[in-house]
């Protein structure tokens, strides 16, 4: 099983910074990485695929970087709804595998 | 607009049964690998099962292999989980969850509280 590590567990930022979020892989997932945002009483919402590619409908101030073992989800110029967490997800082996999440909250 | 919409969940005890389903809506259902995924109270995101779009491969995580199983019906645009033996750490939200391909998870239900307890 692919154990995905997020760092860090909470992030604390203010509107209109800049956050950086991490996460490892314990062994290569190529690409194959997703990224989800999931507000308080919500679903999680699918942000990026493909380690880079922006799913429909997902402002461009949300990027994602990365390969092999190491990606960050970038998200510039935090708006009030940006605050959430945020899980990364491999899928190039079974079972599918979630980090533990990163918390972004207001400073 | 697409929907999911979970049903089927509740208070079960330990070693009890529950079946939940999916209704879906405003996508091709049969176009689509359908999964299963849960989150315990407070906690994190897990996958439980998936089914291929024609119901002919599944995949479970191995902490439920033998115990739940996933189907699904394409006339009736319906997803099921039979969930047996169950236990403590059962207890979670089960999403419903559509993708085009097996990688992702690109539209999710609002979900359905299984807690399991004594």
């Known amino acids: 099983e692919i154990v995905l590590t997020q760092s860090p567990a909470t992030l604390s930022l203010s509107p209109g910074d800049r956050a950086a979020l991490s996460c490892r892989a314990s062994q290569s997932v190529y690409t194959c990485l997703g990224w989800f945002q999931q507000r308080p009483g919500q679903p999680p919402r699918l942000l990026i695929y493909g380690a880079s590619d922006r799913a429909t409908g997902i402002p461009a101030r949300f990027s994602g970087s990365g390969s092999g073992t190491d990606f960050t989800l970038t998200i510039n110029s935090l708006e009030p709804e940006d605050f959430a967490v945020y899980y990364c997800?491999?899928?190039?082996?079974?079972?599918?595998?979630f980090g533990q999440g990163t918390k972004v909250e207001i400073k | 607009e697409v929907q999911l919409v979970e049903s089927g969940g509740g208070l079960v005890q330990p070693g009890g049964s529950l079946r939940l389903s999916c209704a879906a809506s405003g996508f091709s259902f049969g176009s689509c690998w359908m999964s299963w995924v849960r989150q315990a109270p407070g906690k994190g995101l897990e996958w439980v099962a998936n089914v291929k779009q024609d119901g002919s491969e599944k995949h479970y995580v191995d902490s439920v292999k033998g115990r739940f199983t996933v189907s699904r019906d394409n006339a009736k645009n319906s997803l099921y989980l039979q969930m047996n033996s169950l236990r403590a750490e059962d207890t979670a939200v089960y999403y419903c969850?559509?993708?085009?391909?097996?990688?992702?998870?690109?539209?999710w239900g609002q979900g359905t509280l299984v807690a399991v307890s004594s």
């Open positions: 969850v559509g993708a085009p391909n097996s990688y992702y998870f690109d539209f």
């Open positions: 997800q491999q899928c190039v082996n079974w079972p599918r595998t």
